[in-house]
């Protein structure tokens, strides 16, 4: 099985900064892509950044620019830098991960427990 832990969420102001990380670990035998998901109340979950392992990066529209997504594939590790952060990107930040068990196994997708985050005006 895999397991993803985040951590780094918080509290912030408006305009401040956060970075999140998700390491992911297991019996992993290829990492195709990593990203970051996010819930706010009373709406869906979407898609905030993913990276693959090529290199290929997606945002949502409402963070580009603001946020950047890198990853240490060595490490199974995704993270999430957040800049200028305002009130509409509060939630629980969830991690993604599509990897492979092993060579000829399909790749499975997997998610975090999620990590608050709440910013203040």
């Known amino acids: 099985q895999v397991s993803l832990v985040e951590s780094g969420g918080g509290l912030v102001q408006a305009g401040e900064s956060l970075t999140l990380s998700c390491a992911a670990s297991?019996?992993?035998?290829?990492?195709?892509?990593m990203g970051w998901y996010r819930q706010a109340p009373g709406k869906q979950r979407e898609l905030v950044a993913r990276?693959?392992?090529?290199?290929?990066?997606i945002y949502g529209d409402s963070v580009k620019g603001r946020f950047t997504i890198s990853m240490d594939n060595a490490k199974n590790t995704v993270f999430l830098q957040m800049n200028s952060l305002n009130l509409e990107d509060t939630g629980v930040y969830y991690c993604?991960?599509?990897?492979?068990?092993?060579?000829?196994?399909?790749?499975?997708?997997?998610w975090g427990q999620g990590t608050q985050v709440t910013v203040s005006s």
């Open positions: 993604n991960a599509v990897v492979r068990l092993g060579y000829h196994d399909s790749p499975g997708m997997y």
């Open positions: 297991g019996n992993i035998f290829r990492n195709d892509a």
């Open positions: 990276l693959t392992a090529r290199g290929s990066t």
